[in-house]
């Protein structure tokens, strides 16, 4: 029977048969961040929801729509707090690094975080869920064009360490707030007699996040973008500066890039560089972030300026798996212990030898439930253990234990068995 309930839609059980998958992406990220000195930090998940509201942005789609928030319980004093289940990780980090002084150590601060539970109400489908996972960088109190490169490095570098192929940079700026103001005022000119002839979605960016008219992927709108004014030729000297560097320095990261002056994200607390990653296959993004510099100021911190991306674990699961690509086994049992017999002094001694085996390391399993010798050692081929390692009656009174090789095939019987003293098991298994 399947049980009465089901998962939330757009929420996902992550079953062991997935999991070396995720212990492959976890794994090689924490090598890389490790590479490139960067240190981890976790978050809670709960925040005040201005934490959100402020930065992100209330014109942005995860403000507006996509958020899980809610009164909590009142306090003694009767007030309520609300708040919001962390739907990007960006946030949280500064809320942190203002919160624990971290601005007093050598900056840059350097910061990753791995497979953060992600909550967006978005419409649910391939590759978009309620619930992903990020993994994601931050680096904080320095605005030098090589730690954008750097960051974007990174990322590339988890993409090929994990061995996926035709990986795209899209990469932008979209200015600060010095120029971008007056792009706006630009792009807002272009638009506004077109705009009864837009989208309804556009005619609200219109008025609360004109940038995002960019973003628009209704098909009657995309002659309008292509001719639209680009911020490119708007930058201010200093933001201009500032990416000529950024591309420059790029080309020590041997990413294989391209400007895409549409490029604007979701999140409205950018500033200077953006860039998304997508494969050359599937257009969705496989991660993406930028530069946030007023983003400490937005959380009553002093101007400090940020780079950081979050990555989609989940997206990166479906592009290996795209890819064909198998991830590495788990690390089968070394043994699987075996009684043959109903007596309880043959179960307990079952028990106990896989108790010492594993207390001396060494991966080992057994069956559960009262099963015939025959089907435990159906259970221990099926494990995939290396040895069986049978306790039967004569066992039992000899002190011995019988070690089966459940590899070796083509050996006669005698061959692939050998008789050990109880006492000699562990170094007997230690050595082979
Ligand atoms: P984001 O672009 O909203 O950026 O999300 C980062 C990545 O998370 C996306 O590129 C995608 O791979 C994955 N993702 C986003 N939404 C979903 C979803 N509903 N289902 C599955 N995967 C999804 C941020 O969140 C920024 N905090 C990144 C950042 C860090 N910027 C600066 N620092």
Known sequence: ??????????????????????????????????????????????????????????????????????????????????????????????????????YRLPQPVKLYYLSVPMFRREKPQAGRYREHHQFGCEALGVDDPAIDAEMIGLLYQVYTQLGLEDILLHLNSIGDRN????????????????????????????????????????????????????????????????????????????????????????????????????????????????????????????????????????????????????????ERPTAFVVYLGKAFELKDAAVQITAQLRRAGIKTDMSYGERSPKAQMKQANASGAAYAVIIGEAELAEDSITIKDLQAEGLDTEKKQVQVKRSALVSYLSCL
């Not at 008219?213 to 911020?231: G, M, R, S, T, V």
């Open 179 to 330: 120029c971008r103001p007056q792009y706006i005022e630009i792009l807002k000119e272009y638009y506004r007699p077109l705009l009864n002839d837009c989208c309804q979605d556009c005619k609200t960016r219109f008025i609360k996040n004109p940038l995002r008219l960019l973003d628009c992927k209704e098909p009657q709108d995309q002659a309008k973008i292509a001719a639209a004014p680009k911020i490119a030729a708007y930058l201010c000297e200093p933001c201009r500066e500032h990416f000529a560097a950024v591309q420059r320095l790029l080309a020590a990261y041997n990413v294989p890039w391209t400007l895409n002056p549409l490029l604007v994200r979701g999140l409205d607390y950018y500033t200077r560089t953006v860039f998304e990653f997508t494969s050359g296959i599937d257009k969705t993004a496989l991660g993406g972030g930028g530069r946030y510099d007023g983003l400490a100021e937005l959380l009553g911190g002093q101007p400090t300026p940020g780079i950081g991306f979050g990555a989609g674990v989940e997206r990166i699961i479906l592009e290996l798996k795209r890819q064909n690509f198998a991830p590495p086994v788990e």
């Open 1 to 102: 029977m399947p049980g009465q309930y089901r998962a939330l839609q757009g929420f996902k059980d992550i079953l062991p048969g997935e999991q070396p998958y995720w212990r492959f992406v976890e794994n090689t990220v924490t090598a890389v961040a490790d590479l490139y000195a960067y240190h981890r930090i976790d978050t809670p998940t709960l925040e005040e929801t201005a934490v959100y509201r402020r930065t992100s942005g209330e014109g942005s789609d995860v403000v507006e729509k996509e958020m899980y928030s809610f009164d909590d319980r009142a306090d003694k004093e009767g007030s309520r707090a609300n708040l919001t289940m962390r739907p990007e990780g960006t946030a949280g980090v500064v809320r942190a690094y203002l919160e624990h002084g971290l």
